[in-house]
Protein backbone atom coordinates (compact mmCIF):
# COMPACT_ATOMS: atom_id res chain seq x y z
CA UNK A 1 0.00 0.00 0.00
CA UNK A 2 1.14 3.77 -0.59
CA UNK A 3 1.62 5.99 1.76
CA UNK A 4 2.99 4.08 4.99
CA UNK A 5 5.71 6.58 5.30
CA UNK A 6 2.99 9.35 6.02
CA UNK A 7 2.09 6.54 9.05
CA UNK A 8 2.21 8.84 12.07
CA UNK A 9 0.49 12.13 10.22
CA UNK A 10 -2.02 9.26 9.51
CA UNK A 11 -2.34 7.92 13.17
CA UNK A 12 -2.82 10.99 14.14
CA UNK A 13 -5.17 12.09 11.90
CA UNK A 14 -7.36 8.48 12.96
CA UNK A 15 -6.36 9.32 16.55
CA UNK A 16 -8.29 12.67 16.04
CA UNK A 17 -10.77 11.32 13.55
CA UNK A 18 -12.16 8.45 16.11
CA UNK A 19 -13.80 10.13 18.56
CA UNK A 20 -15.74 11.85 16.03
CA UNK A 21 -16.79 8.83 14.17
CA UNK A 22 -17.79 7.40 17.04
CA UNK A 23 -20.35 9.91 17.46
CA UNK A 24 -21.42 10.43 14.30
CA UNK A 25 -21.75 6.78 12.63
CA UNK A 26 -24.25 6.30 15.02
CA UNK A 27 -26.46 9.24 14.47
CA UNK A 28 -27.10 8.61 10.54
CA UNK A 29 -29.61 10.93 8.73
CA UNK A 30 -33.22 9.14 9.09
CA UNK A 31 -36.29 9.41 7.72
CA UNK A 32 -34.96 12.21 4.86
CA UNK A 33 -37.29 10.98 1.87
CA UNK A 34 -39.12 8.09 3.92
CA UNK A 35 -35.99 6.17 3.97
CA UNK A 36 -35.49 4.26 6.89
CA UNK A 37 -31.89 2.93 6.37
CA UNK A 38 -28.75 4.09 6.11
CA UNK A 39 -29.32 7.82 4.43
CA UNK A 40 -25.98 9.32 6.06
CA UNK A 41 -26.00 13.16 5.99
CA UNK A 42 -23.64 14.92 4.41
CA UNK A 43 -21.51 16.30 7.03
CA UNK A 44 -21.05 12.93 8.08
CA UNK A 45 -19.78 11.17 4.86
CA UNK A 46 -17.70 14.54 3.92
CA UNK A 47 -15.82 14.93 7.72
CA UNK A 48 -15.13 11.30 8.23
CA UNK A 49 -14.05 10.32 4.68
CA UNK A 50 -10.62 8.68 5.97
CA UNK A 51 -7.74 9.92 4.59
CA UNK A 52 -7.16 8.52 0.27
CA UNK A 53 -4.00 7.02 0.97
CA UNK A 54 -5.23 4.35 3.88
CA UNK A 55 -7.05 2.44 0.74
CA UNK A 56 -8.19 -0.35 3.60
CA UNK A 57 -9.94 2.40 5.74
CA UNK A 58 -11.41 3.91 2.85
CA UNK A 59 -12.57 0.81 1.73
CA UNK A 60 -13.86 -0.27 5.41
CA UNK A 61 -15.72 3.17 5.73
CA UNK A 62 -17.35 2.44 2.14
CA UNK A 63 -18.71 -1.13 3.01
CA UNK A 64 -20.03 0.55 6.31
CA UNK A 65 -21.84 3.70 4.72
CA UNK A 66 -22.77 1.84 2.00
CA UNK A 67 -26.43 0.25 2.68
CA UNK A 68 -27.06 -1.27 -0.91
CA UNK A 69 -24.51 -2.22 -3.68
CA UNK A 70 -24.33 -3.81 -6.99
CA UNK A 71 -23.71 -7.46 -6.73
CA UNK A 72 -22.03 -9.25 -10.19
CA UNK A 73 -22.85 -13.20 -10.75
CA UNK A 74 -22.17 -15.56 -13.29
CA UNK A 75 -25.46 -15.88 -14.86
CA UNK A 76 -27.09 -19.29 -15.47
CA UNK A 77 -30.16 -17.59 -17.39
CA UNK A 78 -30.37 -19.50 -20.45
CA UNK A 79 -30.21 -16.48 -22.27
CA UNK A 80 -27.33 -14.58 -21.11
CA UNK A 81 -25.85 -18.22 -19.96
CA UNK A 82 -22.12 -17.56 -18.63
CA UNK A 83 -22.26 -13.67 -18.89
CA UNK A 84 -21.40 -11.60 -15.85
CA UNK A 85 -25.01 -10.40 -14.38
CA UNK A 86 -25.19 -7.40 -11.49
CA UNK A 87 -28.46 -6.78 -9.55
CA UNK A 88 -28.79 -4.33 -6.44
CA UNK A 89 -29.19 -5.97 -3.03
CA UNK A 90 -29.29 -4.77 0.64
CA UNK A 91 -26.34 -5.49 2.54
CA UNK A 92 -24.92 -3.98 6.17
CA UNK A 93 -21.51 -4.89 7.26
CA UNK A 94 -23.14 -3.98 11.61
CA UNK A 95 -25.20 -1.38 12.77
CA UNK A 96 -24.52 2.42 12.69
CA UNK A 97 -20.57 3.19 13.72
CA UNK A 98 -19.76 -0.79 14.40
CA UNK A 99 -19.04 -1.98 11.12
CA UNK A 100 -17.45 -5.20 11.09
CA UNK A 101 -16.63 -5.13 7.32
CA UNK A 102 -18.13 -8.21 6.53
CA UNK A 103 -21.05 -7.78 4.21
CA UNK A 104 -24.34 -9.89 5.22
CA UNK A 105 -26.89 -10.05 2.78
CA UNK A 106 -30.88 -11.16 3.56
CA UNK A 107 -31.32 -13.42 0.60
CA UNK A 108 -34.12 -15.91 -1.53
CA UNK A 109 -33.94 -18.85 -3.56
CA UNK A 110 -36.49 -16.86 -5.76
CA UNK A 111 -33.78 -14.16 -6.59
CA UNK A 112 -32.31 -14.45 -9.85
CA UNK A 113 -28.77 -13.68 -7.86
CA UNK A 114 -29.35 -16.62 -5.75
CA UNK A 115 -30.10 -19.35 -8.48
CA UNK A 116 -26.55 -18.02 -10.29
CA UNK A 117 -24.49 -18.33 -6.79
CA UNK A 118 -25.81 -22.40 -6.31
CA UNK A 119 -24.37 -22.76 -9.53
CA UNK A 120 -21.02 -20.68 -9.10
CA UNK A 121 -20.67 -18.64 -5.76
CA UNK A 122 -18.22 -16.46 -7.00
CA UNK A 123 -19.39 -12.76 -6.86
CA UNK A 124 -17.86 -9.25 -6.83
CA UNK A 125 -19.94 -6.48 -5.18
CA UNK A 126 -19.66 -2.66 -6.02
CA UNK A 127 -20.16 -0.24 -3.51
CA UNK A 128 -20.22 3.91 -4.21
CA UNK A 129 -20.54 6.76 -2.23
CA UNK A 130 -22.49 7.47 -5.25
CA UNK A 131 -25.42 6.33 -3.02
CA UNK A 132 -24.56 8.82 -0.41
CA UNK A 133 -24.95 12.82 -0.52
CA UNK A 134 -21.11 13.26 -0.96
CA UNK A 135 -20.81 12.77 -4.73
CA UNK A 136 -23.26 15.08 -5.40
CA UNK A 137 -22.27 17.47 -2.80
CA UNK A 138 -18.68 17.72 -4.45
CA UNK A 139 -19.95 17.70 -8.02
CA UNK A 140 -17.72 14.03 -8.63
CA UNK A 141 -19.66 12.21 -11.42
CA UNK A 142 -20.35 8.52 -10.20
CA UNK A 143 -17.30 7.35 -12.48
CA UNK A 144 -14.98 10.12 -10.72
CA UNK A 145 -12.85 7.97 -8.71
CA UNK A 146 -13.12 11.02 -6.25
CA UNK A 147 -16.44 9.79 -6.07
CA UNK A 148 -15.06 7.23 -4.03
CA UNK A 149 -15.92 3.13 -4.89
CA UNK A 150 -14.84 -0.29 -4.27
CA UNK A 151 -15.24 -3.32 -5.21
CA UNK A 152 -14.83 -6.62 -3.07
CA UNK A 153 -14.91 -10.22 -4.88
CA UNK A 154 -15.15 -13.53 -3.11
CA UNK A 155 -17.50 -16.20 -2.40
CA UNK A 156 -21.17 -15.70 -0.86
CA UNK A 157 -21.62 -18.35 2.01
CA UNK A 158 -24.58 -18.98 4.00
CA UNK A 159 -23.97 -17.85 7.41
CA UNK A 160 -23.83 -20.80 10.38
CA UNK A 161 -26.00 -20.64 12.98
CA UNK A 162 -23.33 -18.86 14.85
CA UNK A 163 -23.31 -15.83 13.22
CA UNK A 164 -26.99 -15.81 12.08
CA UNK A 165 -27.76 -13.07 15.44
CA UNK A 166 -25.17 -11.51 13.76
CA UNK A 167 -25.83 -11.06 10.31
CA UNK A 168 -29.53 -10.84 11.72
CA UNK A 169 -28.66 -7.62 13.77
CA UNK A 170 -26.98 -6.40 11.59
CA UNK A 171 -29.24 -6.10 8.69
CA UNK A 172 -32.58 -5.04 10.52
CA UNK A 173 -30.88 -2.33 12.25
CA UNK A 174 -30.28 -0.77 8.82
CA UNK A 175 -33.36 -2.40 6.60
CA UNK A 176 -36.08 -2.91 9.26
CA UNK A 177 -38.64 -3.11 6.17
CA UNK A 178 -36.90 -7.06 6.36
CA UNK A 179 -38.49 -7.81 9.43
CA UNK A 180 -41.91 -7.95 7.24
CA UNK A 181 -40.34 -9.49 4.17
CA UNK A 182 -43.06 -12.43 2.97
CA UNK A 183 -41.85 -15.93 5.10
CA UNK A 184 -43.00 -17.75 2.11
CA UNK A 185 -39.83 -16.39 0.32
CA UNK A 186 -37.49 -18.66 2.51
CA UNK A 187 -34.91 -16.11 3.29
CA UNK A 188 -31.44 -16.76 4.82
CA UNK A 189 -28.62 -14.60 5.83
CA UNK A 190 -25.44 -14.66 3.99
CA UNK A 191 -22.01 -13.24 3.31
CA UNK A 192 -19.63 -12.01 0.90
CA UNK A 193 -16.51 -14.56 1.55
CA UNK A 194 -14.08 -11.36 0.77
CA UNK A 195 -10.76 -12.37 -1.42
CA UNK A 196 -9.50 -9.46 -3.32
CA UNK A 197 -10.91 -6.10 -2.68
CA UNK A 198 -9.87 -2.37 -5.01
CA UNK A 199 -10.43 0.70 -4.02
CA UNK A 200 -11.15 3.76 -6.76
CA UNK A 201 -10.43 6.93 -4.62
CA UNK A 202 -8.10 8.79 -6.22
CA UNK A 203 -6.40 8.74 -9.89
CA UNK A 204 -4.12 6.64 -11.18
CA UNK A 205 -5.57 3.37 -11.04
CA UNK A 206 -6.96 1.20 -8.25
CA UNK A 207 -5.34 0.31 -5.02
CA UNK A 208 -5.01 -3.24 -4.14
CA UNK A 209 -5.97 -4.12 -0.31
CA UNK A 210 -5.85 -7.66 0.95
CA UNK A 211 -8.64 -8.93 3.13
CA UNK A 212 -5.92 -8.92 6.19
CA UNK A 213 -5.46 -5.19 6.01
CA UNK A 214 -9.22 -4.68 5.43
CA UNK A 215 -10.34 -6.61 8.44
CA UNK A 216 -7.17 -5.48 10.31
CA UNK A 217 -8.73 -1.91 10.59
CA UNK A 218 -10.53 -0.67 13.71
CA UNK A 219 -12.25 2.92 14.26
CA UNK A 220 -11.57 2.68 18.18
C1 LIG B 1 -19.43 -19.93 12.17
O1 LIG B 1 -18.82 -18.95 11.33
C2 LIG B 1 -17.88 -18.15 12.01
C3 LIG B 1 -17.41 -17.09 11.04
O2 LIG B 1 -16.98 -17.63 9.81
C4 LIG B 1 -16.74 -19.01 12.54
O3 LIG B 1 -15.81 -18.20 13.23
C5 LIG B 1 -17.31 -20.07 13.46
O4 LIG B 1 -16.27 -20.94 13.86
C6 LIG B 1 -18.40 -20.86 12.78
N1 LIG B 1 -19.06 -21.73 13.77
C7 LIG B 1 -19.33 -23.01 13.53
C8 LIG B 1 -20.05 -23.71 14.63
O5 LIG B 1 -19.04 -23.56 12.47
C1 LIG C 1 -13.44 -17.92 2.45
O1 LIG C 1 -12.50 -17.89 1.43
C2 LIG C 1 -11.25 -18.45 1.81
C3 LIG C 1 -10.28 -18.23 0.66
O2 LIG C 1 -10.79 -18.73 -0.54
C4 LIG C 1 -11.44 -19.92 2.16
O3 LIG C 1 -10.21 -20.46 2.59
C5 LIG C 1 -12.46 -20.03 3.27
O4 LIG C 1 -12.74 -21.37 3.53
C6 LIG C 1 -13.75 -19.34 2.87
N1 LIG C 1 -14.67 -19.33 4.00
C7 LIG C 1 -15.97 -19.64 3.87
C8 LIG C 1 -16.80 -19.49 5.11
O5 LIG C 1 -16.45 -20.00 2.81
C1 LIG D 1 -2.63 -3.92 11.40
O1 LIG D 1 -2.73 -2.71 12.14
C2 LIG D 1 -1.57 -2.41 12.89
C3 LIG D 1 -1.88 -1.18 13.74
O2 LIG D 1 -2.42 -0.15 12.96
C4 LIG D 1 -0.41 -2.20 11.93
O3 LIG D 1 0.77 -1.90 12.67
C5 LIG D 1 -0.20 -3.46 11.09
O4 LIG D 1 0.81 -3.23 10.13
C6 LIG D 1 -1.49 -3.82 10.39
N1 LIG D 1 -1.37 -5.10 9.71
C7 LIG D 1 -1.86 -5.30 8.47
C8 LIG D 1 -1.71 -6.67 7.91
O5 LIG D 1 -2.43 -4.44 7.84
Redesign the pocket.
Known amino acids: MAGRAQGSSRALLAALLAPALLTLLVSPARGRGGRDHGDWDEATVMSLLPPREDAARVARFVTHICSWGALATISTMEAVRGWPFADVLSLSDGPPGVGSGVPYFYLSPLQISVSNLQENPHATLTLSLAETIYCRKNGFDPQNPLCVHIMLSGTVTK?????VNIAKHSLFTRHPAMKTWPASHNWFFAKLNITNIWVLDYFGGPKIVTPEEYYNVTFQ
Do not use: A, F
Request: proline content about 0%.
Open positions: VNETE
